[in-house]
């Protein structure tokens, strides 16, 4: 079984400061996790995916996450806001299901406010 | 220029009707998945298709049907048997059959649709 869970429904920053968008995972295998951002009434765009190579991924946009397993963890940050970013951040974890086949898991989704 | 298209954007339908919508992908990807996203719920897979001629339900696959007779079409049916069908759907592809974690899922624009 899996599950992925976005600590926070909202999330409010200033432009110019620091983001970090919280997630926790659980899956009985070792997951591949990516993170996707999602403006208003479009598609989800991949902003970065971690696949058992390095555990500190970059992503587009100067965003990066890091993989702890001994967490669960896999928070995505960036060093400094942009009004660009406010959209909503879904975090997922992949893994195979019983039959061999993938099985992805979306979390709830983080909005992301960024105030002028 | 590569992508996935869904059309309409936005879609209006009376209570009862059968509704049809559309993705188109030119990746020459495999697999392709459609998924509906309610405020607060995250993404919830309908239904899933591996290969041409084949598909699978997803986890909320009731009052939904589907067809895939070529590579770069999954078109999704809502029946008037889908309790709540007023929703944003969003038409995803990847690369592989769906036999790997890794797989990253591309995304389309969406189409909202409103049930009257």
């Known amino acids: 079984a899996q599950s992925v869970t976005q600590l926070d429904s909202h999330v409010s920053v200033s432009e110019g400061t620091p983001v970090l968008l919280r997630c926790n995972y659980s899956s009985s295998y070792s997951p591949s996790l990516f993170w996707y951002v999602q403006h208003p009434n479009k598609g989800l765009q991949l902003l970065l995916k971690?696949?058992?190579?390095?555990?500190l991924v970059k992503g587009i946009n100067g965003f990066e996450a890091e993989f702890k397993k001994s967490e669960t963890s896999f928070h995505l940050t960036k060093p400094s806001a942009h009004m660009s970013d406010a959209a909503e951040y879904f975090c997922?974890?992949?893994?195979?299901?019983?039959?061999?086949?993938?099985?992805?898991?979306f979390g709830t989704g983080t909005k992301l406010q960024v105030i002028p | 220029d590569g992508g996935i298209t869904q059309s309409p954007k936005y879609l209006f339908r009376k209570e009862g009707q059968n509704v049809t919508l559309s993705c188109e992908q030119n990746?020459?990807?495999?697999?392709m998945y459609w998924y509906r996203q309610d405020p607060g719920q995250g993404l919830r897979l309908i239904y899933y298709?591996?290969?041409?001629?084949?598909?699978q339900k997803g986890d909320i696959a009731e009052g939904y049907s589907v067809s895939r007779e070529k590579k770069e079409s999954f078109p999704l049916t809502v029946t008037s048997a889908q309790k709540n069908p007023t929703a944003f759907y969003l038409c995803?592809?990847?690369?592989?059959?769906?036999?790997?974690?890794?797989?990253?899922?591309?995304f389309g624009p969406g189409t909202r649709l409103t049930v009257l």
């Open positions: 990746l020459n990807h495999d697999a």
């Open positions: 298709s591996q290969i041409v001629n084949d598909f």
């Open positions: 971690y696949t058992s190579a390095a555990t």
């Open positions: 995803a592809s990847s690369i592989g059959q769906g036999l790997a974690s890794t797989d990253t899922q591309y």
């Open positions: 997922v974890v992949s893994g195979l299901n019983s039959g061999g086949y993938q099985k992805v898991t």
